[in-house]
């Protein structure tokens, strides 16, 4: 089971994407579309495993939770 976290970054610019199952830990997203595209890499790396995918506010609360299933299938 992979668990991603999406946090906003403290000095406002963007999102980092935390996983342990990133190659370096983390991974940032600029831009006004930061948030969805973290979830979409998220989802786009998982997508031969089950995953969680956390998204927290400004505060460190869960603001929404995402269950995403492994796609992958054996022939």
Not at 8 to 16: E, F, I, L, N, S
């Amino acid at each position: 089971m992979h668990v991603y976290e999406v946090r906003p970054r403290k000095d406002g610019r963007g999102a980092d994407l935390i996983s342990d199952d990133l190659p370096f830990g983390r991974l940032w997203y600029g831009g006004p579309n930061a948030l969805s595209n973290a979830i979409g890499y998220a989802m786009h790396d998982s997508r031969s495993a089950d995953a969680i995918i956390r998204v927290y506010d400004e505060t460190g609360n869960v603001i929404e939770t995402q269950e995403h299933g492994g796609e992958f299938k054996e022939w």
